[in-house]
Each structure stands twice: as structure tokens, then as C-alpha cells.
């Protein structure tokens, strides 16, 4: 009998064939980061309101799937995506400069957005791991970081909506234009944060949500849900990023669409998605003549496997 468990320990020894003596295979990524040292834009950051284009370079985080010990390094060869916005359906809007900006949320006056930076990490915290993403084969919810990790900030305002007087209880959607993403170089398998897709106003007692609705334009890719809260869906062509057909508020635990999605594919060089505005039927209002600054500020930031 000892003869016996000698041989097995030997064999296993000699082949390495033992689960436990495996080393397991780390996951890198390549991810956004502004921590002073490593920038992924160059500083200073700007405030917003602005539509001028937006360029972020990715830095390699070891083992970042997990979100264990942030190690980042600067890439071999630079990598970077720059935002821009096409197609523009309201280019007159009031103190907005754009019916869609970067560096802009309400509340900075009664007529006026605040102003904020354009690359920030100002995200939901995903106390439960079960929101963001960062690798696409990695473990469901987890390597974004909230604290190390920034997006870029997207306002649509909803002015133009109550300029032109436009239904809120139908639940139509408005089409503000093309949100893009233009790699420098090819990459695979890209996975798209996003963070907070949902608005609320709330005039008299009578709340109205909205919320930003994503449709993916590239010819040839598609979408998967990576995770997320229920509030974010894919339609059946798994092109459309939608927000269920529930009241909208702007928080990722309750009422707003969060999560990240993998596009499909290798050699991706660009992105393009058109964005809409959509109202959830409330009984309330986009806003009134005295407070005109609502709108859906969210954040968009992206990762990869390392490649």
C-alpha cells in the first residue's frame, strides 16, 4: 500500500498532471487610467461642455480581469481610441454648444449645465461585482475598477425636446446623432462600459425618466451582454442596447441601464452607434421654461484583452 501512494505522488510529479500544482493563467488588460503617473489622457483634462473629439490611450494592467494589485504599464505600441460625434440631430442648443457634449451633467444652474472634466471616474460603485467587465473571458463582474479606472462623461440635453414641446407618454424615441469610436489600430474582441444610461426630472410630484438607447451600426458586429443590471438589453439582432420598458431613474442598482458589452469579432478599427433619447411614459416633463439644463449624463469607458 505505500508502495502504491508513492508511485501515484511520483507520476503525478513527474507529468505535472496534479490540478492543485497548476499555475493559474493570469488575464491582462488593457484599460483607461488617470492616476497622475500613467494618463491615459494627456493632462490637463478639460472641463466641458464640448463637442470637439476625445482621444484615451489604453495601459496594460497585469492580471486586470480580476481587479487584483493594479500594475500599470505604459504599451509597447501605443494604443489609443479617440470619441467623436457625427451626424448631430440639434447643434443650436443654448449653453449646451450640442444636443450631445462631453464634460457636461445638470445642475449647475437653473438654465446652464455643470461643467465638469471630460475623463473622470465618476461611476456607480459595483459593491456587488456584478456590473462591469473588463475582459472578455473573464469572471462576470469584476476588473473595472471604480477608483482607477475613468470614462469619458456624455450629456445629452433634453432641451431641444422641450423646445419643440416633444410626447413624453408614448415613449418615442429622438435621435441625436453617431457616437464613434476609431481605434488606432486594429484591435479584438473590444468590451464597451457603460455607465448610467437614465435621467429623471421630477416637476410638481410628476417624474418623467429617460434614458440613452445605443445602436450599433458597424456592419458585421454584434454584441454580447457580459453583464449588467436587468435594466440593460439587447434586442434579438444584438445590435440595439436598450433600457427595459420599466420607470428610468439615473442609478445603476435601481432604474438605470449599466453594464459592459463585448463586440464581436477581430480587427476592429471603429465603432459607430446611433444614439437616441428615450422617455419611460411618466406623467412628468423634460423640464420647464425656468429650469431647462435636465439631460442623461452618463460615462462610456472601454477595454481589452491584452493583445
Not at 8 to 22: E, N
Not at 27 to 55: A, M, R
Not at 195 to 219: C, H, I, M
Request: hydrophobic fraction near 35%.
Amino acid at each position: 500500500m505505500l508502495f502504491k501512494q508513492t508511485l501515484i505522488l511520483r507520476v503525478c510529479f513527474v507529468f505535472i498532471t496534479c490540478p492543485a500544482l497548476l499555475p493559474a493563467s493570469a488575464q491582462h488588460t488593457l484599460e483607461f487610467v488617470q492616476d497622475g503617473v500613467n494618463n491615459s489622457y494627456s493632462p490637463p483634462v478639460p472641463k466641458g461642455p464640448t463637442s470637439i473629439p476625445q482621444t484615451l490611450a489604453f495601459f496594460l494592467n497585469n492580471n486586470g480581469s480580476k481587479d487584483e494589485g493594479i500594475y500599470f504599464q505604459s504599451l509597447q505600441s501605443r494604443l489609443s481610441v479617440t470619441f467623436s460625434f457625427d451626424d448631430q440631430t440639434y447643434i443650436t442648443v443654448p449653453q449646451h454648444v450640442t444636443g450631445m457634449t462631453f464634460g457636461a451633467a445638470s445642475g449647475a444652474s437653473a438654465s446652464q449645465v455643470k461643467s465638469v472634466p471630460v475623463v473622470n471616474n465618476n461611476f456607480f460603485e459595483d459593491s456587488t461585482r456584478t456590473i462591469f467587465t473588463s475582459h472578455p473571458k473573464g469572471q462576470a463582474g469584476r476588473g473595472v475598477n471604480v477608483y482607477n479606472n475613468v470614462g469619458l462623461q456624455i450629456f445629452l440635453s433634453a432641451k431641444p425636446l422641450l423646445t419643440a414641446n416633444a410626447p413624453t407618454s408614448d415613449t418615442s424615441r429622438y435621435y441625436y446623432g453617431k457616437l464613434r469610436l476609431q481605434f488606432s489600430r486594429p484591435v479584438n474582441n473590444p468590451v464597451i462600459s457603460l455607465v448610467g444610461l437614465g435621467a429623471t426630472t421630477n416637476f410638481s410630484d410628476k417624474r418623467l425618466g429617460f434614458a440613452t438607447e445605443l445602436e450599433l451600426q458597424s456592419p458585421g458586429r454584434t454584441l454580447i451582454k457580459l453583464s449588467g443590471s436587468k435594466e440593460l438589453v439587447l434586442d434579438d439582432t444584438k445590435t440595439k442596447i436598450l433600457h427595459t420598458k420599466s420607470a428610468i431613474t439615473g442609478n445603476c442598482g435601481n432604474g438605470a441601464a449599466c453594464g459592459s458589452l463585448m463586440v464581436t469579432g477581430s480587427d476592429v478599427t471603429s465603432l459607430v452607434f446611433g444614439v437616441y433619447l428615450r422617455a419611460d411614459g411618466g406623467p412628468g416633463v423634460w423640464g420647464t421654461q425656468k429650469v431647462t439644463n435636465s439631460g442623461d449624463m452618463w460615462h462610456i469607458t472601454v477595454s481589452l484583452p491584452e493583445q
